[in-house]
């Protein structure tokens, strides 16, 4: 899935996590109220839509990440592409043992 693309069938994706709305949503910030509005189809700022995607799709665990580890893998994408995209790809499959 691309960053900030449109995701589908939110409420299949945290049933499938057995999380109740409120687990699912206080992971990324948003009430309850307003992830039951999303879920009914209400439309999602991209930033939300992007936590979403990192916190319960990707598996990020936002506690552990800080900024220094943001900036490091932004100067390893700009600085070294081919090694970005290598490590990216192993990680994936590595994600998927």
Do not use: C
């Amino acid at each position: 899935m691309k960053s900030f693309e449109k995701i589908e069938n939110i409420r299949d994706i945290r049933k499938k996590l057995g999380l109740n709305q409120m687990d699912f949503w206080s992971r990324i910030g948003v009430t309850q109220s307003g992830g039951s509005r999303y879920e009914s189809g209400r439309n999602m700022p991209k930033p939300v839509r992007e936590l979403l995607r990192l916190v319960h799709i990707e598996r990020v665990d936002l506690a552990k990440v800080n900024r220094e580890d943001l900036a490091v893998a932004s100067l390893l994408k700009n600085r070294d592409p081919e090694l970005y995209a290598s490590l990216k790809k192993e990680a994936k499959s590595d994600k998927n043992k």
